[in-house]
């Protein structure tokens, strides 16, 4: 039996182009799964984030994070069926990655 490499790939994102995408994998996650309520979830933040997705080969929005100006990460989601196939640290890193870029120092 050979084990499968999950086929996935991370891109910056924004609110604006992007919230079909990245609220899709949110809700599933926090609101459905956890039971996070809507108005905790939606905190009027994400307009000013660093967002990234990740998307599988077909382009589905798999996983999501986001870097607040503050250098605040959270928001971070995979959704169920893509866990533990490297995409949450993949996220982390890049995630870091992009704060460092930014010259956030601080995370």
Do not use: Y
Not at 7 to 24: C, H, K, N, Y
Not at 31 to 41: S, W
């Amino acid at each position: 039996m050979t084990e499968q490499t999950a086929v996935f790939s991370i891109r910056p994102a924004t609110w604006q182009a992007d919230e079909e995408g990245l609220a899709f994998v949110r809700r599933t996650v926090f609101m459905q799964e956890q039971g996070v309520p809507e108005e905790l979830e939606w905190d009027g933040l994400d307009e000013h984030a660093f967002h990234l997705l990740a998307v599988d080969s077909e382009n589905r929005p798999i996983g999501t994070v986001r870097l607040l100006p503050d250098g605040h990460i959270g928001r971070m989601a995979v959704l169920p069926a893509w866990r533990c196939k490297g995409i949450g640290t993949s996220l982390l890193t890049t995630a870091l990655e992009a704060a460092a870029e930014r010259g956030i120092r601080q995370v």
